[in-house]
T-cell receptor
Framework: DGGITQSPKYLFRKEGQNVTLSCEQN?????MYWYRQDPGQGLRLIYY???????QKGDIAEGYSVSREKKESFPLTVTSAQKNPTAFYLC????????????FGEGSRLTVL | AQRVTQPEKLLSVFKGAPVELKCNYS??????LFWYVQYSRQRLQLLLR??SRESIKGFTADLNKGETSFHLKKPFAQEEDSAMYYC???????????FGAGTRLTVKP
C-alpha cells in the first residue's frame, strides 16, 4: 500500500519535553516537507528537504529540527524551545523536478499540556 | 521569498451559484501555481495546477501575471464542493512550496 504515513496521529507532551513526529513514504519521492497547520493561518512551512542529508529552513523553523538520513524518512523534532508547539503537523512528499504535486500524510496533532 | 495571499477566510454561496476563490501572489520569478483542496476527513490533495490549464470538477483557474492573481472559479457550485481550499506557489529550482492561509468554502442547499 503506497503512500505517506505519519505517526503518531495524536500526541501529548509536557512542557519542556522534546517530541519527534515520524514521516515515512514509500513513493520513492525525493522531496519531503513539514508544514504546521493552524486555524486562520493555513499551512506554514517548517522545513523541507530535496535530497538525502540535505534540508532547508522554511518560514517557521525556530524550535524545530529535522534529519534526512534515508530517502523515505523525514522525522520532525519539536523541541522545548518551540514557544507554541500545540498544533496540527502535516508531512508531504513530491518528486523533485516534477510538476509540483505534493502528497500529504494524514497529519499529527500535538498537544502540549 | 514567494508569498501567497488568500484574502477570504470564509466564503459561502448557494448551490448553483458561481463561486470565485481569490489568490494573489508575490514572486520575482516565473511562478508555478496550484490549488489544493481538503474535504472533510480527507487528506489535502491537489485540485489543479496552472501549467496544465485543466478543468477539474468544473473548477478552472487562470494565471494573470499582470494582476499577480490565480483565482479559482466554478460557474455552478455544488454542495460537495464544500471544503478548505489552499492556493500554493512552487519555487521550482529548490522545490520550495508555499501555501496561502486557505479559504473555507461552504455551498448551501
Amino acid at each position: 500500500d503506497g503512500g505517506i504515513t505519519q505517526s503518531p496521529k495524536y500526541l501529548f507532551r509536557k512542557e519542556g519535553q522534546n517530541v519527534t513526529l515520524s514521516c515515512e513514504q514509500n513513493l520513492n519521492h525525493d522531496a519531503m516537507y513539514w508544514y504546521r497547520q493552524d486555524p486562520g493561518q493555513g499551512l506554514r512551512l517548517i522545513y523541507y528537504s530535496q535530497i538525502v542529508n540535505d534540508f532547508q529552513k522554511g518560514d517557521i523553523a525556530e524550535g524545530y529540527s529535522v534529519s534526512r538520513e534515508k530517502k523515505e524518512s523525514f522525522p520532525l523534532t519539536v523541541t522545548s524551545a518551540q514557544k507554541n508547539p500545540t498544533a496540527f503537523y502535516l508531512c508531504a512528499s513530491s518528486l523533485a523536478g516534477s510538476t509540483g504535486e505534493l502528497f500529504f500524510g494524514e497529519g499529527s496533532r500535538l498537544t502540549v499540556l | 521569498a514567494q508569498r501567497v495571499t488568500q484574502p477570504e477566510k470564509l466564503l459561502s454561496v448557494f448551490k448553483g451559484a458561481p463561486v470565485e476563490l481569490k489568490c494573489n501572489y508575490s514572486y520575482s520569478g516565473s511562478p508555478e501555481l496550484f490549488w489544493y483542496v481538503q474535504y472533510s476527513r480527507q487528506r489535502l490533495q491537489l485540485l489543479l495546477r496552472h501549467i496544465s490549464r485543466e478543468s477539474i470538477k468544473g473548477f478552472t483557474a487562470d494565471l494573470n501575471k499582470g494582476e499577480t492573481s490565480f483565482h479559482l472559479k466554478k460557474p455552478f457550485a455544488q454542495e460537495e464542493d464544500s471544503a478548505m481550499y489552499y492556493c500554493a506557489l512552487l519555487e521550482k529550482y529548490n522545490n520550495d512550496m508555499r501555501f496561502g492561509a486557505g479559504t473555507r468554502l461552504t455551498v448551501k442547499p
